[in-house]
C-alpha cells in the first residue's frame, strides 16, 4: 500500500500555480502600450513693417510682434504698430491681440494666417474749403510761403483749410502669411491683409485698408 508523503506538496503547488498562470496569461487581454509623445512650445519675437492705405495716402508702418508658439503651430501673442511716415496731421497707432495657425515647420516654407483684434488711434487730415471777397491788389495772392492762389473770374478768393481731426476705433485685421525659414531659429514673413475699423465718431471708413507686410522673425 502506497503511503502519501507530504514531502510533495511544495511541487505539486508549483506545477498547480505555473498551470494557472499559464491559463491566465492566454485569457487576459493584450493592453495597449502607454506612449508619451512631447509638445514642443516656443517664444517667437518679429519686428514687422507694413505698407497701407491710410486716407487715400501710402502709410508705412512699423512695428513688433511677440507670443508664444503651441505645438509648433498656434501663435498666440500681442502686436503693435505705428506710422513711421506720418506728420502732426498724419498719424496711425493700433495694437492688440495677435493670435494666428502656421503649417507644421518641417519644410522651409510655412503657410498661415493670422487675426489682429484691438484698439487704436488716428489723426488725418480733413480740408475744408472757403472763400473771401473784397478788393484784391493783384490777380494772384501769396500767403506766407503757401503756393499762390488765383482769383476766380467773379473775384472770388477759393482757400482750402486743412487740419488734423483725431479718432479712437476698434480694429480687426486678418492677415495671410508665408514663412521662409533661413537658420532653425530665424525666418523671413510676408503677409498680406485688411485692416478692418468699428466705432469712429469722425473718421468713418478712412482708416480702413489693404496692408502688405514683411518681417524678420526669431524663435526660440
Known sequence: MRTFSFRSVPLFALVVA?????TYAQQAPATTPLVVERIDN???VAPDFKVTDVGSELGQLAGVYAGS????KVLVGAAVYWLANGSDS????YGGLLVG???????????????LAGIGTATLPVEVGASFRGPLPSPTVRFGSRPSLRLAPDGVLPTTVRFGVRDDFLVFEPQGTMGLSVTDHISINVGAGYRAVALTDALRNRVDGPTGSVGLEFDW
Open 18 to 22: 505555473g498551470l494557472t498562470s499559464t
Open 42 to 44: 516656443g517664444f517667437v
Open 69 to 72: 508658439v503651441l505645438d509648433e
Open 90 to 93: 498724419f498719424r496711425l497707432t
Open 101 to 115: 495657425w502656421a503649417t507644421s515647420n518641417t519644410s522651409r516654407v510655412r503657410f498661415g494666417v493670422r487675426g
